[in-house]
């Protein structure tokens, strides 16, 4: 994946007599380059020792307990949070050189962070359109009919259309989760990051959005996905790769169906737990 006496980072020209800085190529593939990483907030770690890499055309579940570091890790991945210790690369940049705020242009993240900051009597269409500029409230008079016309194609294929002209304030909590999601893409991001977007949820939206999710996993089209959750059952189908964490540190992590295993899932809850998989989806419970 690397080579290391490379100083040239991939798709960058450097201008003749400027030297490129001292750090090694990031394959273009590869579009989260976890390495080694700590996260500290003294006296505890939050995450310790993490190496993960995401790759373009993979859509990764991150599982594990409450407090076990899953949204600490999508803040690196979303270039909000820098590491202690170790590096971390997203979308071939390398955190702490790099414009954090052009950068988040390029990744699309939805988090309840995030979503407590939407203005309740903001439309649903401009909570979405005013991603194109990285705010929330609408504060132009008018956006560029091209962004608008996105905005309009997300909230339908979120199921939203007919809900375009309400205000966020008075939707339910899955119209509030399709919203936040057709947000997160209206960048046309790289990368999609969703922390926890089934949380709240009643059993029918639940299955609703898994079911969307599951469609845009498996469209070819859509950006690297990393979704965050502490319920088996909120796993898409189509998704591929699984990191299971626990206490800050990786219990097991690969492709889905290898590291879904009762033996991983029970170290990763810290209870011993029967799992089964049928048509791309998971359950589990005590054994
Ligand atoms: N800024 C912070 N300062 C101290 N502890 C924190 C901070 N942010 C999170 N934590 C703690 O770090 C641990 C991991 O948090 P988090 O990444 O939010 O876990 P998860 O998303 O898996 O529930 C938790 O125990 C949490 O209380
Ligand atoms: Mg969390």
Partial sequence: MRSPGSTHAPGRDWIVGVSAPAQPAISPDLVIAVDDVTVTRSPTHLIRNITWQVELDERWVVLGPNGAGKTTLLNLASARLYPSRGTVHVLGERLGRVDVHELRTRIGLSSAALADRIPPDETVRDVVVTASWSVVGRFRESYDPMDEARAGALLEQLGMAALADRRYGTLSEGERKRTQIARALMTDPELLLLDEPAAGLD??????????????????????????????????????????????????????????????????????????HKKGRFTARAA
């Fill in 203 to 276: 059993l029918g939206a639940r299955e609703d959005l898994v079911r969307r999710l599951g469609e845009l996993a498996q469209d070819p089209d859509a950006p690297a996905m990393v979704l965050v959750t502490h319920h088996v059952e909120e796993i898409p189908p189509g998704f591929t790769h699984a990191l299971l964490l626990r206490e800050g540190s990786v219990v097991a992590q690969g492709l889905l169906r290898d590291t879904m295993t009762p033996e991983n899932l029970s170290k990763t809850f810290g209870l011993p737990l029967r799992v089964s």
